[in-house]
């Protein structure tokens, strides 16, 4: 089924302004590469705007693939927890990768395509969820994959007059911090919901229901950014927030043209 949705298109590294366009794609994942294929190849980008709240009050942000792009530092994340599994567990690292890939696959293949946190998947190899919080905090070295990034600190601090702010991240809240503090926008994100504050990883409904009433705000009055539609944007969505999908922080930089002239 195909469907039209409102893309903002920018072409990447050049100052022109981004333009809004129409774009018939199809509704599932991977749009982002497939809208930009559309749009005219390779150097294009776009964010997928679900729904933008009319009495917008507050942002919810993923911090990982949102507020930086580093597909190596995405990467390296699970592969780190991963290296440690089968370190602990007495295998080679790429048997201990393999089991991993092979449990998410066949996971997302019984639930309709979902995808599950790297969180829930340790869980069911006996790893405890306050077990991988510690491997994140002491293994997790974001310091060394990112680097301050003024552009989204000028844009964070645009969005923070008008808007409450809070980050949700599947990350312990000191690894998410260590990030924030690497891409140098600590001290505008203050507000972090991790995965040890309720001892849960999103998509779970504890998690945003946390967010709600940490920024006292109604869910209708929230908008959640996120890279993962699966993880960021359908419970949201569900809930009654607006949702915009990003596919890197340079999305990010738009967004206060999108939600301030909606
Ligand atoms: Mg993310």
């Known amino acids: 089924m195909l469907k039209k949705t409102l893309w903002i298109i920018q072409i990447r590294q050049t100052t ?8 018939t794609v199809p509704p599932k994942s991977n749009i982002n590469r497939q809208a930009a294929s559309i749009a005219g190849g390779g150097l294009f980008f776009a964010m997928k705007v679900y729904k933008i709240p009319e009495d917008l009050r507050a942002i919810v942000f993923d911090i990982d693939g949102t507020l930086y792009t580093s597909s190596l530092y995405v990467f390296e994340q699970v592969d780190a927890q991963v290296r440690h599994f089968a370190h602990i567990r007495g295998m080679s690292e790429d048997q201990a990768r393999e089991q991993i890939r092979h449990y998410r696959k066949t996971w997302s293949a019984q639930h309709g395509g979902r995808k599950i946190s790297l969180g829930n998947t340790l869980t069911a190899f006996g790893i405890s969820i306050q077990e991988s919080i510690e491997w994140r905090n002491t293994l997790l070295e974001p310091e060394r994959f990112l680097k301050p990034d003024p552009e989204l600190r000028k844009v964070l601090i645009e969005l923070g007059k008008k808007y409450k702010m809070v980050c949700v991240t599947n990350n312990p809240v000191p690894a998410a911090v260590k990030t924030l503090r690497a891409i140098g926008v ?69 967004l206060p043209s999108v939600v301030m002239n909606p």
Not at 16 to 23: G, I, T, V
């Open 16 to 23: 022109r302004k981004p333009k809004q366009q129409w774009l």
């Open 186 to 254: 600590e001290d505008i994100l203050t507000s972090v919901i991790g995965l040890d504050t309720c001892l849960a990883s999103k998509p779970n409904r504890k998690v945003l229901e946390a967010a709600v009433s940490l920024l006292n705000v109604q869910p209708e009055q929230c908008l959640s950014v996120g890279d993962r539609y699966d993880i960021d944007l359908a419970l949201p969505l569900e809930m009654g927030m607006g949702a915009v999908l990003v596919s890197g922080v340079e999305d990010v930089y738009n």
